[in-house]
């Protein structure tokens, strides 16, 4: 018995000493790889794995210090986050260096947190809107875009189709969101937009996690929209699919949102999802250099965190790539201020603050029409990037639009409202410094 | 002989009714409230305080209320999580509309809030149970989390849902480090605790006890079936509004209502079922199993394999583990974990000799 607990023992010191190896920048990974949203989660965790694996293959690291991460499965929910977040931290030389959730629910769970422990939080393309203004959160960033201004890029896109923007008067347009944080996330700047452009707007929740919705299809049906903005995660979008299609409406009219528009959607919809079109802040396509890196110095060296064939084919991969190209842009833009050696939280968030894509960087990047350049600054923490419209042809998706830009007129004075509120109510003064 | 009463006699009725009747109990309530008090404060680190031992507190205190009305009073429910739902979500619209308001004060008004609406869904209790009354119960799971996730007035117009908990303040101090909070939990919850077992052997514990085992009984000697019900599902609410109130400001900071949602009620259940029906102790075992086994599982599923199997790969293992924990207690000891402690102080009672 003593044999058995003194060799658990020192399999135990064993580890927590290779774990405390000197000198590598921190990134805790949080994935949910299990439970409901496992399907979306797991090729975006893959995805944000595989780059860092790459850039250690490729690069050695960033600054000649390697990456190290490790990952912690949330299931999506926002306790075993915290949990995961607490455990996180404090791991690695200098900490952790930048979290990101992948969730909206999770993020609204720990921004009180990361202002506390000074480290930075990317929701790239999600999250908690209103923190696009960095001079109330320091250390959130909803990178590239966040939900109102997609709505505003969707919004414009139908009014592209439709022949201009004031053709949009009259229309109608349901709402099929996840009754959650994230669906409920965009419902202000809908109705601002309604009222400015002059359509009719309706609400139709759908409850987690969206496996039945015949009644709510029945009652979109029964309300005759001209578009269905489908905004779902998870297991609900392929359901929505295939109900409107049962209910009749073709699927050329549901735009979906960023998080509506992988494969993991349209596929299992089957026929029914040829023609749906949704909105992305990435191109379709695998012809980027960032791809062929991966295989290369991943898959090659038999080293993939997942299959194959996901690389630069499938949605969800290419957003947990992209995770990936934020982090470590993140991280590269801190060493270059404050030297090589393991970056901390604070550092990093310096450098996502002076983040900035422009052509060269997306070219040497391996990046170029992957995703539209943008720059962060102290007070835009978002960055304003344009979207790009994406149709399913049945077997991939194609491009269906330009990139389309979204409408800061509208969105930038709903955030600073917004913030502003948080920030009385926090007690907090706006500053950017 | 280490756990005997063989010479401690009790010559007054005051000490033979004291909570703790046995000295070796008297010392081991002592060590444990000193562990907890002093030892774990020295000792454990900010993860351990903030991400195990107040979420385990918490929801402890939410066992205990489920505990008074099913394991006690014998009245299955399955609103647990509606309940503290309505806790937190009282505590944080009193503090929004009513600024001055101490938190200590909103979070008593979250209990008595959710004590009300657990006293109105309770009204089925008279006429139906067991299953049919369990079923009537998630009525109020249901229609709580839908109320407070379509009327914006509950998250005072939150575009997302999400509400985000006022800083705490108690005398001048803002309790925000994970010590003060795991302080303030601690204290809710012993205190809570101390009640629940001083109710219990009381004329009403009494009470819930005989319409328990037989109400028909229980209403023929003469207990007001109406009054003792509704009584139970009141104090059962009281507590889990309580425990709502501590996950909404003091676990998670900001809460939506997804987060009180049918899997929290469920795992509440099992918890009680787990650690004991009719007991405190019970709740508090059968918390620590649900919340810290999981996390247990998984850290040492991480510490141990490291990079060489996936995540997924571990938080499969921990279900299956999980699962297996649960069946193989449930065969061992169908009365739950507080059961196992009392056979194994019985037991340390004859030890070393026993027959």
Not at chain 2, 218 to 246: D, Q, R, Y
Request: proline share 4%; with cysteine.
């Amino acid at each position: 018995m003593f044999k058995i607990i003194s060799i658990i023992t020192s399999l135990f010191i064993f580890f927590l000493v290779t774990i405390s190896i000197a000198g590598e920048h921190f990134v805790p990974i949080t994935s949910y790889r299990t439970g409901p949203y496992g399907v979306s989660g797991a090729p975006a965790a893959n995805g944000y794995v595989d780059y860092l694996k790459m850039i250690n293959a490729r690069d050695g690291g960033v600054g000649g210090v390697e990456l190290a991460w490790e990952e912690c499965e949330t299931a999506y929910k926002p306790d075993r986050f915290v949990e995961c977040y607490e455990r996180l931290k404090n791991k690695g030389d200098a900490g952790a260096t930048v979290f990101q959730p992948l969730g909206t629910g999770l993020t609204y769970s720990v921004i009180d947190r990361v202002a506390a422990d000074e480290i930075p939080l990317i929701t790239l393309g999600y999250g908690r809107t209103d923190a696009s203004d960095g001079s109330v959160f320091p250390w959130v960033f909803p990178l590239m875009v966040n939900y109102w201004s997609l709505s505003t890029a969707k919004i414009k896109y139908i009014g592209e189709k439709e022949g201009g923007m004031d053709k949009l008067k009259g229309l109608k347009i349901a709402n099929v969101y996840h009754d959650s944080a994230y669906g409920k996330e965009t419902l202000p700047v809908l109705r601002a937009q309604a009222e400015k452009y002059g359509f009719e707007l309706e609400g139709f929740p759908v409850a987690h996690p969206g496996l039945d919705q015949k009644a709510t299809w029945l009652n979109v049906r029964r309300y005759k929209p001209d578009y269905v903005i489908l905004r779902g995660w998870g297991v609900m979008n392929q359901t929505a699919i295939k109900e409107a299609s049962r209910a009749r409406i073709p699927a050329n009219k549901l735009v979906g949102v960023v998080w509506s528009c992988s494969e993991l959607d349209t596929i299992p919809a089957g026929k029914a999802a040829i023609g749906y079109t949704c909105s992305s802040f990435i191109n379709p396509g695998a012809n980027y250099k960032v791809f062929d890196d991966i295989l290369k110095h991943v898959y090659d060296a038999d080293n993939g965190t997942g299959a194959r064939k996901e690389v630069g084919h499938q949605q969800n991969y290419k957003v947990g790539v992209l995770m990936g190209i934020m982090t470590v842009e993140a991280i590269t833009k801190a060493t270059e201020k404050y030297g090589n050696k393991p970056m901390s939280g604070k550092e990093v968030r310096w450098g996502i603050e002076n983040l900035d894509f422009d052509d060269a960087r997306l070219k040497e990047l391996g990046i170029d029409g992957f995703i539209p350049t943008f720059k962060i600054s102290c007070a835009d923490h978002e960055g304003g990037a344009p979207i790009k419209f994406q149709r399913w042809n049945g077997n991939a998706f194609e491009p269906a639009s330009d990139w389309i830009s979204t409408d800061q007129s509208i969105v930038r004075p709903l955030i600073e409202a917004s913030a502003a509120g948080y920030a009385k109510e926090k007690g907090i003064t706006s500053s950017c410094n | 002989m280490i756990y005997r009463e063989a010479g401690q006699f009790k010559t007054s009725y005051k000490a033979d009714q004291a909570i703790l009747p046995i000295f070796q109990d008297k010392v081991a309530m002592v060590l444990m409230l000193l562990v907890a008090f002093v030892v774990i404060p020295i000792f454990a680190n900010d993860y351990w305080l903030t991400s195990i031992l107040v979420p385990f507190l918490a929801l402890s205190l939410a066992a205990l209320g489920l505990n008074v009305l099913t394991g006690y009073a014998g009245q299955i429910s399955l609103g647990t999580a509606a309940f503290m739902a309505v806790g937190a979500f009282a505590a944080f619209n009193l503090q929004v509309r009513v600024p001055e308001v101490p938190f200590l004060v909103a979070f008593l008004w979250g209990g008595f809030c959710s004590a009300g609406v657990g006293i109105l869904f309770g009204l089925p209790s008279l006429r139906i149970k067991g299953f049919y009354l369990a079923v009537a119960t998630l009525a109020a799971q249901f229609f709580i989390e839908w109320l407070f996730t379509h009327f914006d007035w509950f998250t005072n117009y939150s575009t997302s849902g999400v509400i985000t908990a006022p800083p705490m303040t108690l005398l001048g101090m803002v309790i925000e480090s994970p010590l003060s909070k795991y302080f303030l939990v601690l204290f809710i919850v012993v205190i809570c605790a101390f009640l629940v077992r001083n109710l219990a052997r009381s004329e009403i514990g009494r009470a819930w006890m005989a319409v328990r085992d037989m109400d028909i009984a229980a209403e023929a000697i003469g207990i007001n079936l109406m009054k003792t019900k509704l009584l139970a599902f009141g104090v059962s609410s009281f507590l889990c509004g309580l425990s709502g109130a501590l996950w909404a400001y003091v676990v998670l900071g900001t809460v939506e209502p997804q987060a009180f949602d049918i899997a929290r009620s469920f795992e509440i259940l099992f918890m009680i079922v787990i650690g004991g029906l009719g007991s405190v102790s019970g709740a508090f075992l059968g918390a620590g199993f649900m919340i810290l086994l999981p996390i247990l599982l998984n850290n040492i599923g991480s510490l141990i394999t490291g990079d060489a199997i996936s995540t997924e790969t571990i938080a499969h293992i921990e279900y299956m583990v999980f699962g297996a924990f649960i069946i193989f207690f449930l065969i061992v000891e169908p009365n739950g974990l507080a059961r196992l402690w009392q056979l194994g102080k019985e037991k340390l009672r004859l030890w070393p000799f026993p027959y």
